[in-house]
């Protein structure tokens, strides 16, 4: 069951990878590096389920933080052009 | 016991495995920024909703619960806050939708 869960992560994981690479412009890019993130969160779980060792959602609630930030960071830099540096 | 919970968590990974595969095929296949937004929200929520709950029946009343509903506020707030942010910079970048006429938009 759980290997069948894995099985589809996996197989959309993959798919999101050719629209990554397949990509026309930047938004799409973003779009789907978030989205194959949420998918890896998901992942992660059901991998610590899967192996018998739970403690995995401690990695998985960090990588869901980092995703957003990271998201969030890569859009502000595209916008602007600076990360919110003071100006000189 | 044992055997309705799993039955319950494979109804519930069945819903979500459609779900994120549906999504990512609807990610290839839609043409716009603006609609793959809706595929990207599909995944985050329906696929996320369904393999928490099925994780939640498997685990029980544990901290591991407490865990797994964390982590599905945190999508479910984040995720409406990212595709807000990338649908409003394309807009401001002027990424027009496909099947608009330009001097109709903005």
Redesign the interface.
Known sequence: MYLAALIACAISGILILIRIILGKTTFDRVLAINTLGTIIVIGIALHGFYSGRPEFLDIAIVYALINFIGTVAVLKLFSTGSLGDVKK | MEFIK?II??IF?FI??MS??I???G??KLPD?FS??HA?GM??TG??AF??L??IV??GWSL?TV??I??GI??FF??P???H??AN??R??K?IPVGKKIGKLL
Do not use: E, H, N
Request: glycine share 10%.
């Open positions: 799993d968590t494979g990974f979500g495995s994120i595969i999504g990512a095929c990610l290839i920024v793959r937004i990207a995944i985050d696929g996320t393999f928490l099925g994780m498997q685990s591991i865990k797994l964390l982590i945190f999508i984040t995720s806050v990212t595709s942010v990338t910079l394309a401001q970048k990424i």
